[in-house]
């Protein structure tokens, strides 16, 4: 199975999420995980979290998910391929832990 980077429909994907992140707003991410339906989500996850160990989150866009986990007392670094969702992320909270990646092979 090949470098599924190397793809057309990668690549594609990739730059539509810098797109979409390049239109979004940090502030508009994090109300959206107020709303209840990302609340029972988040709910879901929480009992497999570590409280004590690292969690990755991968494609970690805005960072608003990580911002929530990170304010309930989980230690938490942010991955995503598309670096302007990180760089506006950081902007808006620069305590958080991000790095630019790839879950297909992470740095």
């Known amino acids: 199975m090949g470098d599924p980077s190397?793809?057309?429909r990668y690549e594609g994907t990739?730059?539509?999420w810098e797109e979409?992140?390049?239109?979004?707003?940090v502030e508009a991410?994090?109300?959206s995980v107020t709303y209840t339906r990302s609340?029972?989500?988040i709910e879901t996850y929480l009992p497999y979290l570590s409280r004590e160990g690292l969690?990755?989150?991968?494609?970690?866009g805005l960072g608003a998910v990580l911002m929530t986990l990170r304010d309930m007392g989980l230690h938490m670094i942010g991955l995503d391929y598309?670096?302007?969702a990180l760089h506006a992320a950081h902007a808006?909270?620069?305590s958080l832990v991000l790095q630019v990646g790839d879950v297909h092979a992470l740095p």
């Open 6 to 8: 190397h793809s057309g």
């Open 14 to 16: 990739r730059q539509a």
């Open 20 to 25: 979409i992140w390049s239109k979004a707003s």
């Open 29 to 31: 991410e994090c109300q």
């Open 39 to 41: 609340k029972e989500a």
């Open 55 to 60: 969690i990755l989150e991968a494609g970690c």
């Open 82 to 84: 598309a670096e302007n």
């Open 92 to 94: 808006y909270d620069p």
